[in-house]
């Protein structure tokens, strides 16, 4: 089995900074993509930041020149810096990897359990 541990969120003041971190853990063979999604109360999933094997970003226009995302091949860790945050960027964020478990295993999808990042004065 995989598993995806994210740690680093909390509460923040606007105009500060976070860091969210992220391990994958168990069976895995090679990862196609890590990155972040988000989700707010009452809405619906969304895109953060994606990282490709190839080291390639891909961030949401809401946070580009804001966070950036890395990544440690070695560790399967994958992490986010988030800075000038703002009330917006409230939302529950969860980890994302897309990874074989095999050679010649398919790609499946995994997903963390999910951390609060709160912004507030």
């Known amino acids: 089995q995989v598993q995806l541990v994210e740690s680093g969120g909390g509460l923040v003041q606007p105009g500060g900074s976070l860091r969210l971190s992220c391990a994958a853990s168990?069976?895995?063979?090679?990862?196609?993509?890590m990155g972040w999604y988000r989700q707010a109360p009452g809405k619906r999933r969304e895109l953060v930041a994606i990282?490709?094997?190839?080291?390639?970003?891909n961030y949401a226009d809401s946070v580009k020149g804001r966070f950036t995302i890395s990544k440690n091949n070695t560790k399967n860790t994958v992490d986010l810096q988030m800075n000038s945050l703002k009330p917006e960027d409230t939302a529950v964020h969860y980890c994302n990897a897309i990874l074989k478990r095999s050679q010649f295993g398919r790609l499946t999808t995994y997903w963390g359990q999910g951390t609060q990042v709160t912004v507030s004065s």
């Open positions: 168990g069976s895995i063979f090679s990862i196609n993509s």
């Open positions: 990282i490709l094997s190839d080291g390639s970003t």
